[in-house]
RNA sequence: GCCCGGGUGGCGGAAUGGCAUACGCGGGGGACUUAAAAUCCCUUGACCUUCGGGUUGUGCGGGUUCGAGUCCCGCCCCGGGCACCA
């Protein structure tokens, strides 16, 4: 008897698929549904571990199954293949980052191969590649002219680490998405913005379409990031100073008769003219530099202490024509809304604390409905819920809800406010002072201006042999053959543009390209994508959900604008699945706890990786990485194969019939038993594949199988040839979306032509899977008291009358009153008495 | 503080309101072997037991139900997200 040799194996089977071209998706295809299939691109940094095995073995299982169930699956890879890394790596050891760069992606792509991913190799895609990044650049050109990439100068943040300027989406808790150490710093400079903000609306409307295929928690988190609140903007006049107004924001302009200061940033650009004159400059000056220094950890504000001073100037209340005090407030955000904020201590928790510590009034000017009416000098919080108006002159009386909408109207009609809607989402900031991306493709001239690379002289190249030194401004600008340009409008000499593109910009659009990814006229051929779009499946990681996943949404508009494409989301459905950690850590290089892939290959086999990462843990969840486990995956392998090599010679001629003819007369209990284990097994493996994705419980469901099948050994003298090569069959069809190489051998063993890949998945039928007898379990008051083995149809009555005649039974309920019986068919009686 | 997930044996984890702990790992015992590895078999929540079985047990406290890991209410703890957004 042959032992399994993984090696061996995998390398046979995938040379045929190879040949057999098994995983090719097909455009257009009329005869098949489509199903688009999808794992996120990965960065080639050259190293590929368990973590990303296991988000490629869940895509590759649901791929390989969905090719069975008769789908024409597109199941593509590519590269995200420009970035920091490779410039680095490049200034740290002179290699040129697309040589770093190309080798990685050698490296990982031979991974992959090795694990016999089935991927549709012909659509490959390198993001830094002129034949993909043109269109990055044509992205750019067709917002340029519609106005939706526009240059502007504007306080960014700035990693000190990376050297360039990050999206707000690239900021998390003040830190660079990249580095958690060193904190990002403001800086004010020029650069090219996308105007997300124009999608907000249809980004948050796109978000109810996506519900429930996509988890809510990643929904919420890009309702939270762009952040719409409705509410008004109210002009208070500065008093004494003709001409000088303060904007605030507001969502409660029905709390505006209850305002006691107006509060405004440190960094508010008004606050010099306000300040002009005032007795006591000096020292604000000093305060306001201290405020605008404090820490920008989002932690670290939220707990922070109110801190502000007094102006000496005050406000004109436009609504009471009150004077209020204008103090500065450290809570008062520069970036939000207009930088200004009415204080309304009892309505408002912030205002609450801030007026308490500094002894500013208290005036009520909202009644809760349903509860007793508040007094200021007894309130110990804000009453921030809706109410009545009080004190609120022509407005008292009104509820807030009906206040807010009359008010703003009111404030519109004499001109000093109106309705408006801010949003937390700001524009995408793309300029990148770094090398390795694309280069913005745009041109200076001294007299057009800016002015865009005419499409046909598409691609602006990114020049290679430039000298990297990573010091804070693009290395483009120290290459004239880059520089020097010819204005396209004049003819006349112009510069360039230096700064590259945001890479995120190649990841929002890269699934698009695989639908036609060798079009050298388009990005892609739009009869191509609207085949294969939506993409039915989505799996990848949870860290992108406001950066990649919002991005590429937001193209996904953009383009349907352009007319190539006619849907409004993406992705129909997402999935997030959980990380590989060790030792309780997230697998990386630095922290020391990789297991590689390779190394995890040549010892057990891929096919053994494979399925211990399905097995460990339901695919959401994070699996703790344990060499006994994977062990264990490979002992059943090797289970499995031992039982089919021992009985496949007797099977390797029988003909194959899933649908077996069980002629109930003359099969055996035995065989009947493992036809209906088996087609019970399969009825709940399809439906881990098609609705749960619980693999882990598939491959328990399939380990219970082969233990029935060695508890019924010897199988070759009680189980005819023609039931045992179903049964058997069964299983490794089962088995091979998961672990496709072994399932692929065993098929073959068994005497099977055609390859399993090209094999249709099995539909289970229900009359084989039927159970004939069932146990029913007794209760006597909820607890167990007995079982008996009866007819699977038998009715409540039926089953009653039984669960009373049975002997133990009789005695326990000796001198018992029944007051009751629960009868459910197939499951228990439950004897109820007192 | 607010919003999502979670909390089940020694461990990873199973359980359409119906026998809690499937499957795997680990542990214990045994078979085969000169021996070991591999393999196979038995066993494995806790407590009690006259070995028939009994009691208890899914973070805590209540409730609904004939019956609750599962549903409801109130807490505790862990993970994640948001966080002075006016």
Known sequence: MADYDARRVEEKWQKIWQGQNVSRAIDNDPSRPKYYLLEMLPYPS?????????????GDAVARYKRMCGFNVLHPIGWDAFGLPAENAAIKRGTPPREWTNSNIAQMKAVCERFGFSYDWAREISTCEPA???????????????????????????????????????????????????????????????????????????????????????????RNWIGKSSGARVRFDVADIAGIGLDVFTTRIDTIYGVSALLVSASHPQLGSVLEGVPGRAGMDAQLRAMRQSSVKAADIATAEKEGFFTGRFAVNPFSGERVPIWVA????????TGAVMCVPAHDERDYEFCEKYHLPVKVVIQPLHAAPLRADR?????????????????SGLASEQAREKMAADAAAKSFGAAEITYRLKDWGISRQRYWGTPIPVVYCEKDGIVGVPEDQLPVRLPENVTLTGQGQSPLASVPEFVNATCPKCGGPARRETDTMDTFIDSSWYFYRYTDPHNDRAPFDKAKAAYWFAIDQYIGGVEHAILHLIYSRFFCKMMNGLGLVNHREP???????GMVLRDGAKMSKSKGNIVGAIEMADKYGCDTGRMYTLFAAPPEKDLEWSEQGIEGSSRFLNRVYRLIDKHAPRLRNVR??????????????????????????????????????????????????????????????????????????????????????????????????????????????????REEQVEVIIQINGR???????????????????????????????????????????????IVVR
């Open 656 to 769: 194959l019939n899933f649908n077996v003819q069980m002629d109930m007369a003359k099969a055996s209990e035995k065989e009947k038993l493992l036809v209906r284990r088996a087609h019970q097994t399969l009825k709940r493996v399809t439906n881990d594949f098609d609705v749960r994705w619980h693999f882990n419980t598939s491959i328990a469901l399939i380990m219970e199988l082969v233990n029935a099948l060695s508890a019924q050994e010897p199988l070759d003298q009680d189980i005819s040839p023609e039931i045992l090569k179903a049964v058997l069959c069964l299983l490794v069809v089962m088995l091979s979306p998961m672990t496709p190489h072994i399932g692929e051998e065993l098929w073959e063993m068994l005497g099977n032509e055609g390859g399993l890949a090209k094999q249709a998945w099995p539909a289970y039928r229900e009359d084989l899977a």
């Open 571 to 577: 992705v129909k459905r997402l999935f997030s699945q």
């Open 132 to 222: 993909y990044y043109r269109w990055n650049q044509w992205f750019f050109l067709k917002m340029l002219e519609s106005g939706l990439a526009y240059r502007k100068r504007s306080r960014v943040n700035w990693c000190p680490q990376c050297q360039t300027v990050l999206a707000n989406e690239q900021v998390i808790d003040g830190f660079c998405w990249q580095h958690e150490t060193t904190p990002v710093e403001a800086k004010e400079i020029e650069q090219w913005f996308l105007r997300i903000t124009d999608f907000a609306d249809a980004l948050l409307e796109g978000i109810d379409e996506l519900t429930g295929g996509w988890p809510e928690r990643v929904l919420i988190q890009q």
């Open 330 to 337: 450290n809570f008062v955000l520069a970036e939000y809304g």
């Open 46 to 58: 050259g190293t590929l571990h368990m973590g990303h095995m296991r988000n490629y073995t869940i």
């Open 784 to 830: 167990v008291r007995g079982k008996m083995l009866v007819d699977a149809e038998l009715g409540d009555d039926e089953l009653t009358d039984r669960a009373l005649a049975d002997e133990r039974i009789k005695m326990l309920l000796d001198g018992k009153q029944i007051v009751k019986t629960i009868a459910v068919p197939k499951k228990l009686v439950n």
């Open 379 to 395: 309130m110990n919080e804000a009453f921030t819920e809706y109410g009545k108006l009080v004190d609120s002159g022509p407005y």
